[in-house]
C-alpha cells in the first residue's frame, strides 16, 4: 500500500495533539532531570542519558499483555487489561507497580507499523501513567517469578479526545538495588480504537472464511456396491472432533457475518466419513477401519445449518494450485482441462452436501498473488473474479487513501485486492495470549484507520487470510470480526456485494509482470513433472474406461483423484505431493492389469490346419465389454491366423471370470512361427501387454503319402500272391486223390477247404496320443 494512503483524512484538533504530547514530555521531564543530576561516578549514568538506553533498561521486567476487552470500547465501557509481569534481571525489583499509559493518536497506518515493531520505553512517545487507584502494586518481584495482574479503567478515565487509534501502553515501574529511584522496568503496548459514536459513513468489510484442508482421501475405493472409500489417514477425523481445527472453525464461525469459502473435497471426504471408511496404514499395505463417522456427521449437519442463508463460494473442486497451474503445467496437454472440470464438479458437490446454491465464479491464487498468465488460467475455468492481495497489486497512483477492493483488469475480469496488513494479521503462532491479543487489538487499529484516512467517502475493503488457520489462529480471527462488528466504523459485506462495488477511478489495475511474482511462491509450486504424471493416468484412465460396463464406479474416484493432485495444500510438501501423484497413477494400473491375457506355451501343430485357443481373463468385481482380441502371424507365408496375417474377435467377460477364445490356423510349411496376441480398445487403442508364443508347423509332406501309399500297395500284392499259391496248391490235391479210386483210404471231404483269408494291414501310425506334448501345447485340430 503506498505511504500517502496512510495520512487520515481527519486528525485531532493540532491544539489538543499539542497539548497531548506537550504533557507526556513534560511527564518525562522529572525522570530525565532526576537521571541527570545523579553523579558522574554512578553506574546508571552512562546509561541514561539518551531514549535509546532508557528503552534498553525497560527491558528488565517482561510484561505479558494476556488480555484486553473490549477491543473497541465505547462510551460507558470500563477498558480491562490482565496478564503477567515477570522479572527477567538478576535483582530483585522492589515498589514495583503495573499501570496504563495513554499515547498520543496515531496518524496513519505506517505509524500502526511502526508502534507494532518498537520494544522498550521511550518518554514522551509512550505517554503518562493513568495512576491513582488503577495500578496494581507488588511489594517486591523475585527474578524468574511470574506474577499475574489485573487493570480496570472506565473509559471516561482515560481521557480520550477525539475519535482515532490510541497507543496503549501497560508498564511496570519500580527500582533495583543497582538503580535505587523509580524508573519503567518493563512495558508491553498495543492500540486501543476510540470511536465515540457511530461513523456516518461506515467501511464495508469483507472476511473470507475458509473450510480447507489437506489431502486425505485416496483414488482407491473398496470393491463393494457401496465402493467404500479409503483415506490416507485418519487426521481428517482429528480435525472434525470436538476443540479440533475444523471443528473450531465452525463453532467460531457459526456466529459471523463472513463468506464460507469451501474447498468441495473437504466436503466431500466428510461426507465419506458419515459411513463406513477404511484408512491406510503408514507403509500403505493394510487398511484399518475408520472411527470418526459421528464427529463427521455432527460437523457435516451443523455446517448445513450454518450456511442456509449465508454466502457461500465454492472453490474448484480440491483448490487447485492456479499458480502453478500457469506456470509449470499450461503446456502440459489436457491440464487446463482439469481445471474447467474441477469448477464445474465443486460447485456440484457443495449444492448436493449442503443444499445451497455457492458462487463458483472466484479464483483464488495462493497468497493472491498474480500475474498475467495466472489471471488467464483462472479465467479460462470460467472465473469472472480473480482473489487478489495488495502486495502484489500494489497502488502506483498516489491515492491517499485504501482504495475499494474491486477494480477491473481488462477483459471483463474483476481482481478483488484483499488488504494485505488485515489478511495477514493472524499469521503468526496464535497460541500465546499475548500474541493473540496484539494481534487482534493491531487489526482492529488497521481497519479504523481505514475508515479515518477519509472519513466521508465509503469503500469495500476484503480480507483473505490464510487457507487454513489453525485452531487458536482462528480464535483470534473470530475475536476480531466480533470487534468489528461492534466497532461503530464497520459493517459487514458478502463477496459477491465486494465484487460488484464501484471501483476508486485512481486505483491501480495494471496486473504484474511474470517476472514480478514472488520468487519465495514460485519455489513452492508444483512442478512440470507433477502435471506430466497427471495427464498420463488421464491417458490411462481414458483407456481403460471404454471397456467397463460401469465406468462410473473407476472414473469418479480417479477424476477427483487427479484433482488432488492439484492442490494449492501441496505447495511445501514437494515430496508427499509426488507420493500421492505416483500412488494414484501405480493403483490404476494394477485395475487395469486385471483386464489381461494368460500367458502361453508353445504349441504343436501336426497338420495343415488347427484351432489355437487364448484366453483372457477378468479379475474386475465389474463386466467388460468393447474389447477386441487381435492374434497375429509374424509369418503368414507360413501360417495363416483366419484368412490372412491376423484375426480379430470381440471379447466380453463376466467380472471375475475368464474366456477362452479360439483362432483358425492355416499351415503352408512347417517350421516354428512367433505369434502375438493383443488386446485393442474398439477405437484401435492397444490395452495391456502383447503375449507372444511359438507355433511349431510339423505337417506330413506329398513324399511321405506316396512312401506310405507304396508300402501298403506291396503288402496287397503279396497277399494276393499267396493266395493263389494256396489255391493252386488245393487243386493239386484233389485231382491226386480221385487217380487212387473209391478204395483209397485217404481222401477228402466234398467241396473246398476255406481258404486262410489275409488279415487287415497293420495302420502305419499309431493312434493319436491325448497326452500334452513334451515340446509345447498341442492345438485342437
Known sequence: MAEAADNPGTSPAPARRWLRRTAALLAGAPLLAGLLQLPATSPAHA????????????????????????????????VTVSGTVTNDGKQTVTEAQVGLRVGPTLNSRSQIDSAAKRTGYLPGADGTEIGGKYVQKFAKLAPGVPHDFKISVPVKDLDLGTDGVYQLGVALTGQTAAQPYSQVLGIERTFLPWQSEPSETKTKTTYLWPLI??????????????????????????????????????S?????????????????????????????????????????????????????????????????????????LAHNGKAVTGSLGHLKGATDVGADAVETILHVKPSSDFAWPADGAIDPSIVDVATSAGAHTVISRSDSLRETGGLLYTPTAARPIGGGTTAVVADARLSTAFQGDMTDAEDSTLAVQEFVAQSQMITLQDPEKQRSIVVAPQRM?????????AKAVAALDDGGWSEPQDLTAAAKAKPDPGATTQVPSTAAYPQSLRKQELPRKAFETIQNTQDKLDRFK?????????????????DREMATSWRGHPGAAEDYGTSVESYLGKLTEQVSLIKKSDAQLSGRSATIPVTVQNNLVQNVD???????????????????????????????????????????????????????TEDGQPYGDPVRFDVNVTEITLTVMLVIAGGILLLVLAGFRMYTQRKRAARERAEQGADEGPDGESGTASGEDDPEQPSDPTPDTAPESTDPSDTGERVDR
Open 626 to 680: 468393447h474389447l477386441v482380441l487381435r492374434l497375429t502371424s509374424t509369418n503368414p507365408t507360413r501360417l495363416k491366423i483366419g484368412d490372412g496375417p491376423y484375426q480379430e474377435q470381440q471379447v466380453k467377460i463376466s467380472g471375475g471370470h475368464s474366456q477362452s477364445v479360439k483362432f483358425t490356423t492355416t499351415a503352408n510349411a512347417n517350421g516354428p512361427v512367433p505369434v502375438f496376441a493383443q488386446l485393442y
Open 252 to 324: 467460531l464461525g457459526r456466529d459471523l457475518d463472513v463468506t464460507w469459502v469451501i474447498d468441495p473435497d473437504l466436503l466431500a471426504a466428510v461426507d465419506a466419513m458419515t459411513d463406513s471408511y477404511r484408512v491406510q496404514s503408514e507403509d500403505g499395505k493394510t487398511l484399518t477401519a475408520g472411527k470418526h463417522q459421528a464427529d463427521a456427521n455432527r460437523w457435516l449437519n451443523e455446517l448445513e445449518q450454518t450456511v442456509q442463508d449465508k454466502k457461500v463460494v465454492a472453490l474448484p473442486y480440491a483448490d487447485p494450485d492456479i499458480a502453478s
Open 47 to 78: 546509561e541514561v542519558p539518551t531514549a535509546k538506553a532508557d528503552a534498553t533498561g525497560s527491558k528488565t521486567v517482561d510484561v505479558s499483555l494476556n488480555k484486553l476487552t473490549p477491543s473497541a470500547p465505547v462510551d460507558g465501557d470500563s
Open 213 to 250: 484442508s489437506r489431502i486425505h482421501l485416496t483414488a482407491e475405493t473398496g470393491s463393494d456396491e457401496e465402493q467404500t472409500p479409503v483415506f490416507k489417514d485418519d487426521d481428517l477425523g482429528k480435525e472434525l472432533a470436538p476443540g479440533g481445527r475444523l471443528e473450531q472453525m465452525l
Open 469 to 477: 488457520p489453525t485452531a487458536s489462529q482462528a480464535q483470534a480471527m
Open 546 to 562: 471404454v471397456i467397463l460396463s460401469e465406468p462410473d464406479r473407476v472414473v469418479t474416484p480417479f477424476g477427483r483423484a487427479i
